[in-house]
């Protein structure tokens, strides 16, 4: 009886084993068999998934760009800065468990990525550039907080990302509560 794949399941697999190697080799180094070697399946078997090199990395990024919206959408109501406490650590939570994900991204920053990096930015500039504004209009802001703030919060949990890439002694979960203390607490009336 032949054995019955979750293709979705499958799929995911693929895509967690290019990430990986395309962050351990650099993505112009990598080859579709070192992808099928770490997934532990046939080569011919991510050909099944993806035609291409170029179509792997674009899933790698995809998927990235799904977990990036899933945190938007999971900021919830409340106050406006306590959503902007739980958009913080939920982007924080997410990049420390797909630490991959973000060195390929900085692998092909220079190239051109295989999604629109500048929508997943804006999308994000603008979810905390909301934020902010319901915070003013509720107050809880100190004077001199505008929407260019939002690419500063963005840019501090990014820069905390890239210091835990290039050194391991730092940990990216442990940053959160600093994070939270400039990028919340900073900005409270």
């Not at 532990?40 to 078997?45: D, M």
């Not at 409340?78 to 973000?102: F, Q, T």
């Not at 629109?116 to 004077?143: C, F, I, N, P, S």
Request: glycine share 6%.
């Amino acid at each position: 009886m032949p054995k019955i794949v979750d293709r979705a399941a499958r799929r995911e697999e693929i895509l967690l084993a290019a990430a990986a190697v395309f962050a351990r080799k650099g993505f112009s180094a990598a080859r579709i068999e070192d992808v099928a070697a770490e997934a532990g399946i046939a080569k011919g078997s991510v050909y099944l998934y993806f035609p291409s090199r170029d179509s792997l990395l674009a899933g790698v990024f995809e998927s990235y760009a799904r977990r990036s919206a899933s945190v938007l959408e999971e900021m919830g109501d409340g106050p406006a800065l306590e959503r902007l406490e739980r958009l913080i650590r939920g982007a924080v939570a997410m990049l420390a468990e797909h630490p991959d994900h973000a060195r390929v991204l900085l692998d092909v920053w220079a190239a051109k990525p295989p999604i629109d990096m500048v929508a997943v930015y804006r999308e994000y500039r603008a979810a905390v550039t909301a934020l902010l504004r319901a915070a003013d209009a509720e107050g809880a802001l100190r004077d001199g907080i505008d929407d260019r703030h939002a690419a500063v919060i963005i840019g501090a949990i990014e820069g905390c990302l890239i210091q835990t890439l290039v050194d391991p002694e730092l940990s990216l979960p442990d940053l959160t509560e600093p994070v939270l203390q400039v990028c919340v607490e900073g900005i409270r009336r």
